[in-house]
């Protein structure tokens, strides 16, 4: 069994910081891809950023050059740390680990994070 544990959301005030932490754990095998997304209230999920194995980083526009995905290989960890921070980042932001197991190394499966509430008021 897998987890992904989320945490570091908060209330901040707009031009802010916040770092966000999702650690993986359980019978992990190997992570290739670890994924930030967000819902914020009444809309849909979104992909706000995203790190393969190897480092290669993507971002959705509205939040390239204030936030920064990293990851952690050793510790199965990703951050997420997010400056500038503006009232449309309100969200629920969910820690997303597309990983094989122990059991099923040959499988790829999709795993997520219970979510961490980011609240940024003007």
């Known amino acids: 069994q897998v987890q992904l544990v989320e945490s570091g959301g908060g209330l901040v005030q707009a031009g802010g910081s916040l770092r966000l932490s999702c650690a993986a754990s359980g019978s992990v095998f190997s992570i290739n891809v670890l994924n930030w997304y967000r819902q914020p209230p009444g809309k849909q999920r979104e992909l706000v950023a995203a790190?393969?194995?190897?480092?290669?980083?993507n971002y959705a526009d509205s939040v390239k050059n204030r936030f920064t995905i990293s990851r952690d290989n050793a510790k199965n960890t990703v951050y997420l740390q997010m400056n500038s921070l503006k009232p449309e980042d309100t969200a629920v932001y969910y820690c997303?680990?597309?990983?094989?197991?122990?059991?099923?190394?040959?499988?790829?499966?999709?795993?997520w994070g219970q979510g961490t509430q980011v609240t940024v008021s003007s």
């Open positions: 997303n680990g597309l990983l094989t197991t122990a059991q099923a190394m040959g499988v790829t499966r999709s795993y």
């Open positions: 790190v393969t194995s190897g480092g290669a980083t």
